[in-house]
T-cell receptor
Framework: QQQVKQSPQSLIVQKGGISIINCAYE??????FPWYQQFPGKGPALLIA?????SEKKEGRFTISFNKSAKQFSLHIMDSQPGDSATYFC????????????FGTGTRLTIIP | NAGVTQTPKFQVLKTGQSMTLQCAQD?????MYWYRQDPGMGLRLIYY???????DKGEVPNGYNVSRLNKREFSLRLESAAPSQTSVYFC?????????????FGSGTRLTVV
């Protein structure tokens, strides 16, 4: 069963624009929500992460927005650049005991000039 | 530092053949994981090892076995490969106690079963 739903599957954004990727989760016991970035031929790499005690976290051009009541979180990439073209995965893990990450299905982001 | 090293990078198998995917990490991480990545399905956990000497099934364990040889190495074995196991396989590691330390992934093994 899909515990973390991610959309869209693919996204094309013009250079300088804002890229937005959304995720929704079902299990209210999840308490850690990271985003991973993957370039072709490489493994995913941790980009940014958030805990549910804050509604937003910003690192440079990357921002996570978190809505606990709606069980949704999103990644915003400001001033998107061609180098941001990659596949992005959201993920979630439980608070206690089981620390495994459950990943979304991924979003292929393409930034066009 | 090499991080997480996976071998081989590419492999073609015939249906019914067996093979072992190797993974080693040099970060002294306790936990290790095997994921498969398929188009439109994201990363799905096959098996994981929370610590040396322990292994547990993930979301899609059927057709696979694992061995946590020591703290550094975690191998994935396909006993009788099937076309449905055509995928890109990623090994990852993390330090305890929480996933919020981040996973470090290897660069993957692209496996084709014909």
């Amino acid at each position: 069963q899909q515990q973390v739903k991610q959309s869209p599957q693919s996204l094309i954004v013009q250079k300088g624009g804002i890229s937005i990727i959304n995720c929704a989760y079902e299990n209210t016991a999840f308490d850690y929500f990271p985003w991973y970035q993957q370039f072709p031929g490489k493994g995913p790499a941790l980009l940014i992460a958030i805990r549910p005690d804050v509604s937003e976290k910003k690192e440079g051009r990357f921002t996570i927005s978190f809505n606990k009541s709606a069980k949704q979180f999103s990644l915003h990439i400001m001033d998107s650049q061609p180098g941001d073209s990659a596949t992005y995965f959201c993920a979630a893990s439980l608070a206690v005991g089981n620390e495994k990450l459950t990943f979304g299905t991924g979003t292929r982001l393409t930034i066009i000039p | 530092n090499a991080g997480v090293t996976q071998t081989p990078k590419f492999q073609v198998l015939k249906t019914g053949q067996s093979m072992t995917l190797q993974c080693a990490q040099d970060m002294n991480h306790n936990s290790m994981y095997w994921y498969r990545q398929d188009p439109g399905m994201g990363l799905r956990l096959i098996y994981y090892s929370a610590s040396e000497g322990t292994t547990d099934k993930g979301e899609v364990p059927n057709g696979y076995n694992v061995s946590r040889l020591n703290k550094r190495e975690f191998s994935l074995r396909l006993e009788s490969a099937a076309p449905s196991q055509t995928s890109v396989y990623f090994c990852a590691s993390s330090s305890r106690p929480r996933a919020n330390y981040g996973y470090t992934f290897g660069s993957g093994t692209r496996l084709t079963v014909v």
